[in-house]
């Protein structure tokens, strides 16, 4: 640090300032893997979205890298907490800061650059999935009910409490 306190106090508020931006990255990080939003990540969903990521960088996933993938978030559940049940929030945080800081010990600004990359990658897969979901339901134009035609039907002849010429 610097030769004058006020230097010192400077980086303190630097490096306070940029431990809550990682901590609201990785929040929203969460976020991004709860995709039914009942506030855990279940590994399923955490499979869905890197996979979905992954897919979007290549025109078929082979069933190898599947396995692959299944086998990383396997893997990062057990790091949290030994087994494959969903995880919250607290735990995903404390998980996210222990391997990041495996991943870079001594700087801020590396750890946020890697978690930028993870977060551009998981919004890139949750927005692939939410696009599966889409094409999935039936077509907005034919669940709109169509307007009725014929002596039943009368549309209003007001607009705002006025008659409609014509």
Not at 47 to 57: E, F, T
Not at 126 to 148: D, F, G, K, W, Y
Request: charged content about 30%.
């Amino acid at each position: 640090m610097g030769n004058l306190p006020f230097c010192d106090l400077c980086q303190g508020e630097v490096r306070d300032g940029l431990d809550a931006v990682i901590r609201d990255m990785i929040i929203r990080l969460f976020e991004l893997y709860d995709l039914n939003g009942d506030g855990v990540i279940s590994a399923e969903e955490m499979y869905k979205v890197d996979l979905a990521a992954l897919a979007g960088h290549m025109d078929t996933v082979r069933e190898e890298y599947k396995q692959q993938v299944w086998r990383r978030v396997e893997m990062k559940f057990c790091q949290m907490h030994g087994d494959l049940t969903p995880v919250h929030l607290s735990m995903y945080k404390a998980y996210m800061d222990r391997w990041l800081k495996e991943m870079e010990p001594s700087d801020r600004n590396a750890r946020f650059l890697i978690l930028e990359g993870v977060l551009i990658e998981a919004r890139s897969g949750r927005q692939m999935v939410e696009e599966e979901r889409c094409a999935a339901l039936p077509t907005l134009l034919t669940s709109i009910p169509q307007p009725q035609t014929g002596a039943e039907y009368s549309p209003s002849r007001k607009v705002a409490g006025r008659p409609l010429a014509g």
